[in-house]
C-alpha cells in the first residue's frame, strides 16, 4: 500500500528499516510482558498499561520494518491503523481490541482511573502476548522490508 497521504497528514514519516532497532524494540516489548505479568498481582491497571505499550512497541517494531515510523501526531492511533493496513482482517479482532486498550489506556493516564478488572488485565496481557507473537511471525514469513 502507499503511505503517500499518510505522509502528507504529517503522520508518518519514512525511514530506513534498521533491523537491530526492530529486534531491540521486539526484545522490549518481550521484557514489558514480563513487568505486566509480575504487576498484575498488585496492581491490574498498571499491568494493563504495561501490556498496552508493549503492544504499541511491537506496532513500531513492525512500522520500522516496512521503512516507517509514525510522527508525534496521533502517534498510537497511527500504529494500529498501519498494523490494520499491513496485517489485514486476520488480525482483525485483535486489532480492535489493541484500539479499545489505547481509548482505555488513555482514560487510566489522563483521566484518573483506576478500575481495571482482573479479566481486563488478564486480557490485556493475553492479547500483547499474541501480537507480539503474531508480529514476530509476520517478520519471519514473507513481506517486504522496504
Known amino acids: 500500500m502507499s503511505y503517500e497521504r499518510w505522509r502528507k497528514d504529517g503522520l508518518i514519516k519514512a525511514v530506513i528499516p534498521d533491523l537491530d532497532q526492530v529486534a531491540r524494540q521486539l526484545g522490549r516489548a518481550s521484557k514489558d510482558l514480563i513487568a ?6 498488585t496492581d491490574r491497571t498498571w499491568a494493563f498499561t504495561i501490556a498496552y505499550h508493549a503492544m504499541v512497541r511491537a506496532g513500531r517494531a513492525f512500522m520500522l520494518s516496512r521503512g516507517f515510523l509514525p510522527t508525534a ?3 498510537h492511533r497511527t500504529v494500529i491503523a498501519f498494523a490494520r493496513e499491513e496485517l489485514g482482517e486476520p488480525y482483525g479482532e485483535l486489532l480492535r481490541r489493541f484500539d479499545r486498550m489505547r481509548r ?3 482514560d487510566l493516564i489522563y483521566d ?3 478500575a481495571t478488572s482482573e479479566q481486563e488485565a488478564r486480557e490485556a496481557i493475553k492479547a500483547a502476548q499474541n501480537l507480539l ?7 519471519k514469513g514473507p513481506g517486504p522490508v522496504t
Open 112 to 114: 484518573s482511573e483506576n
Open 73 to 75: 501526531l496521533y502517534a
Open 133 to 139: 507473537q503474531g508480529i514476530r511471525g509476520e517478520l
Open 36 to 41: 505486566a505479568e509480575a504487576v498484575y498481582p
Open 104 to 106: 482505555k489506556r488513555h
